[in-house]
């Protein structure tokens, strides 16, 4: 029998307010959750988010993967792994 290992994973919050997930429209307009699997680029991620003044202030929270992964499965929430190889910036909500 092969032991389920579980690893940390990283989301953006609101500030002071964990239950506040940073979440993004994706084509569909279905709001989609990043989970990073590195903290360096969750925190690449929020430092890009800051450069915009229309943001509220945000913070990064780290979870056991199972746990966010569970959340979001449970409530029906899309969300997507990102790691290393991905690169991922924040929509430029200016665009229409």
């Known amino acids: 029998m092969r032991a389920v290992t579980s690893s940390n994973m990283f989301i953006v919050t609101l500030e002071n307010h964990p239950e506040g997930v940073y979440s ?9 959750i ?10 690449r991620y929020l430092m890009m ?8 202030p945000m913070q990064i929270v780290e ?11 449970d409530r ?5 792994i990102i790691t290393p190889d991905d690169f991922l910036i924040p929509p430029d909500d200016s665009e229409e």
């Not at 993004?24 to 989609?32: C, G, L, N, P």
């Not at 800051?50 to 943001?55: F, N």
């Not at 979870?63 to 499965?73: F, G, K, V």
Request: charged share 40%.
């Open 63 to 73: 979870m056991e993967d199972y746990a966010i992964i569970t959340a979001c499965q």
């Open 76 to 80: 029906g929430q899309k969300f997507s």
């Open 34 to 43: 990043p989970i990073f699997t590195e903290e360096e680029d969750a925190d």
């Open 49 to 56: 988010l800051e450069e915009d003044d229309d943001y509220p």
């Open 24 to 32: 993004v429209f994706d084509d569909s307009e279905d709001r989609v």
